[in-house]
């Protein structure tokens, strides 16, 4: 078992044709034959991802959307083993941060010829027992809201999708939170989200975050606090610019290796650009240098 590809169904197109290029892919750099498993509801990839590294892999690819891409990341932590990508979903954020193509020669090329990376990944830990992993960024409020899109309007409209959503729901009402970085002291904000990011760049390729490096050993915490026409004005042109704008007073930014938010009531949240369950927060710290990708050669 040295390359073993973890593909989504729902998400490629012409599975046939995609085995093909990674088994000739594999025999060519000499990793032999290729193990293609597909996920299903009761593995999304996690559990064949802990088995392909425990029994030797030496390249696990990761074919389908950001969940695919978690959910793989979540079987590789602390291995040696490289993750390829081989995106397929409709924001593929990981792999936009990463300068991996969305297009699947180049993508391959990446996969089996790019250069390792080592990158920070997040441990969330959302309550009641629950942990999750995230290589991207998990947030509250507004960025959750945006991400409620069903598949169908996703399949029309692609990434546009969430952009409609967050203009119908960025006036919706604010959430009071409590945010603690490094066991220091709570601050306390009236705000539209609040974001712990690895990465920086959202869908459509926005820069919310240039200031997030995946593999420094620490998260950004982005609070947005705007409370003025004026300030959405100035913070949408800044995001849409690509400048961060410390000094918008609509946006906080905080900087640390461990992050509690709490809320009042449930609400909202997402990790990776995927939504979960409604709650009072999440415990979010980064496990620095926790996994190897494959990235474009430089």
Known sequence: MSAVAIVNPTKVDHPDALRSQLTTAAEQYELGSLTWIETRPDDLGTTSAARA?????????????????????AGMLHSN?????IARGTGNLLARNLDISLETTAALR??????DRRIDILDISLGKGQ??????MCGM????????????VKARLGWGAYAVQAARTVRDHPIRLRVQVDDGPEHTFHARTCLIANVGTLIGGL???PESIPDDGTLEVLVFEPTTSVDYVRSSWGVLRGHSNENDPARTLIRGRKVVVTTHRARPRQIDGDLIDDGHGFIAKVLPGALTVRVPHR
């Open 53 to 73: 590294v425990e029994d030797g892999a030496k390249l696990v690819i990761a074919c389908g959307g950001d969940g695919t891409v978690r959910a793989v990341v």
């Open 81 to 85: 083993v490289p993750l390829g990508i």
């Open 110 to 115: 990446t996969v089996f010829g790019g250069d």
């Open 131 to 136: 942990h999750e992993v995230s290589a991207v």
């Open 141 to 152: 409020g507004w960025d959750a809201a945006m991400m409620d899109v069903s598949e169908s």
């Open 207 to 209: 820069e919310l975050l």
